[in-house]
């Protein structure tokens, strides 16, 4: 076993005897000591020094030597180190890691809706797709109205993750979904259009494309120009499909792409 693994073998092992000790607090047992407070204080200055730095394996390492000391107590000290190691893991890209430690902090904090939505982002990094979906249906139904830009951009996550696994139907419900509900951003209406293209629905593509350009959300917006020109192209509409190509270019700048398109349709 290397010694990555043994390390998160340790932190997997802290974060049982850490539930164990919620276990008895949660009985009425307080068997679970107190560490040194000012020895804990300094680890927890050290680690956020380190994350500031890059340091991300040095401070987790830092964090799980606060918690050691405090010996299984479970409050608000713990709760805030576990944040700090939480967002340590996910910046060092162990993103299985930062979901557990999310996951712990669900239990011995409470169902606090952004713990759910970094441990479903966590999930989608590491690849784990039904946990991910599992949890954004369970934030879309707590919050999706009440936070329409950050469950957008959670359900354009959720479904490129989907459709990276194969499962394009399902990712073509949540963005459906997320569309009804008028929580679609230029993403989302450019995934919809990429998979109707798929689909070879040109005519229902071209319309998600134009759909997309018309949101207050920019970030996607080359894409939807390109995409709607060539779904246009598709269609056999050469002279619009030319026009908006050109369109792009006067936006964006001249690409090989775009100009090998052009000369193309120039032709036609």
Do not use: W
Not at 28 to 57: F, T
Not at 81 to 109: M, P, S
Not at 150 to 173: F, H, I, K
């Amino acid at each position: 076993m290397d010694q990555k693994r043994k390390n998160k073998r340790k932190r997997l092992l802290r974060l049982a005897a850490l539930g164990t000790c919620l276990g008895l607090l949660g009985a009425g047992i307080s068997g679970c000591g107190v560490g040194n407070g000012a020895k804990r204080q300094e680890l927890r200055l050290q680690a956020i020094e380190q994350m500031d730095s890059g340091d991300y394996s040095g401070a987790i390492s830092v964090l799980d030597e606060a918690l050691d000391l405090g010996k299984g107590s479970v409050g608000a000290f713990e709760i805030d180190i576990l944040q700090y190691r939480a967002e340590a893991e996910f910046r060092a890209e162990d993103y299985a890691a930062a979901a557990h430690t999310y996951d712990v902090l669900l239990q011995v904090d409470e169902e606090r809706p952004e713990y759910i939505r970094l441990r479903c982002i966590s999930s989608i990094r590491s690849g784990d797709v039904d946990a991910a979906l599992e949890d954004f249906q369970n934030l879309y139904s707590q919050t999706g109205e009440e936070d329409p830009e950050a469950m957008g951009q959670l359900a354009a996550d959720v479904g490129m993750a989907l459709e990276s696994a194969g499962r394009t139907q399902e990712a073509l419900e949540i963005y459906s979904q997320a569309q009804a509900d008028g929580l679609a951003n230029s993403i989302i209406y450019n995934r919809i259009g990429l998979c109707r293209m798929a689909e070879e629905a040109y005519i229902q593509a071209e319309a998600a494309f134009a759909a997309g350009l018309e949101c207050p959300d920019k970030t996607a917006e080359a894409d939807l120009m390109f995409n709607r020109a060539v779904a246009l192209e598709y269609q056999g509409e050469y002279q619009q499909a030319l026009a908006a190509f050109e369109e792009y270019t006067a936006r964006f700048g001249q690409d090989d792409k775009a100009q090998h398109e052009i000369d193309f349709l120039r032709t036609r």
